[in-house]
């Protein structure tokens, strides 16, 4: 991240969260590649505070996967133009793979993914992120948007093991004693 002063892209992006009554809690993760876990994830909203979060520092733009639906014309350029990458939920390991080796192509690229999967309440979070942390030897973050406190930050690093779904269910267990609450708050279900 550049010690200049900010874009003004940049400067409006902080601006505007601000004025949507938000804290940031630090800045984007330091390294140049990594994976952010978003939680929870009960709202488009969330996706809109992610990406206004990011871009205030403006440093590497956090990308996101997004199901291929909301790719039409016009709203799929500008989701595009927002860090958006379209993904076939119909095929999980193509979708990885593609991910995986778009990540590998150099330079920054910071994944942001919604363990749950969807906006849905879901019990068990989906393993997905673990793959493609492992196969690019990427970090991972615990990045949050807490609607209760409305406060969004990139987390803290957390160590995966060789276990994807140990390593998911402790950190479910990290985020509940977090008490966040989501936009939904139905959506976002604790044990």
Known sequence: MSMEKPCLWARFCGWLLKRMGWTSDGGPAPEERCILLGVPHTSIWDFIVSYLFYRQFDGPRARVMIKKEFFFWPLGGIIRKMGGIPTDRS????MIKSVIDEMENGGAFHLAIALEGSRKPVKRWKTGYHLIARATNVPVYMAYFDWGTKHV???????????ARADTDR??????????????PEGYITH
């Open 91 to 94: 095929n999980p390991t193509s």
């Open 171 to 184: 950190i479910q267990a990290l985020y509940e004693e977090m008490h966040l609450v989501g936009k939904q």
């Open 153 to 163: 930050g990139a987390g803290k690093k957390i160590e995966l093991t060789d276990d």
